[in-house]
């Protein structure tokens, strides 16, 4: 059964940067669009970066030109790497899978993913 392991969390500065990681354990076939969504207490999970099939892009308006999502193929895992980070960032940063889909789109919901990792928390101290 493949699982996602997410690792990089941690607290961390105002100002300061961090990079999450996120593998697949287990058989896997083929790659798949990923995506990194996050939840601060009291608060929905919201999306913060998706990369689809071929490597397009998609942030939230609160991660742009701050935040870089990429995958490494050969290692089945995907990053997010957050700079400039402020304490509004403060969550616990989830990655995800989805299982299909085509091959450019970058999916956004909450629900257009069908695994999830177990979470890292990121603190931001001001």
């Known amino acids: 059964q493949v699982q996602l392991v997410e690792s990089g969390g941690g607290l961390v500065q105002a100002g300061g940067s961090l990079r999450l990681s996120c593998a697949a354990s287990?058989?896997?076939?083929?790659?798949?669009?990923r995506a990194w969504f996050r939840q601060a207490p009291g608060k929905e999970r919201e999306f913060v970066a998706g990369i689809s099939l071929n490597d397009n892009t998609k942030y939230a308006d609160s991660a742009k030109g701050r935040f870089t999502i990429s995958r490494d193929n050969n290692k089945n895992t995907v990053y997010l790497q957050m700079n400039s980070l402020k304490p509004e960032d403060t969550a616990v940063y989830y990655c995800?899978?989805?299982?299909?889909?085509?091959?450019?789109?970058?999916?956004?919901?909450?629900?257009?993913?069908?695994?999830w990792g177990q979470g890292t928390q990121v603190t931001v101290s001001s």
């Open positions: 995800a899978e989805r299982l299909g889909g085509n091959w450019r789109d970058v999916y956004d919901g909450r629900y257009d993913y069908d695994r």
């Open positions: 287990g058989r896997t076939f083929r790659t798949s669009p």
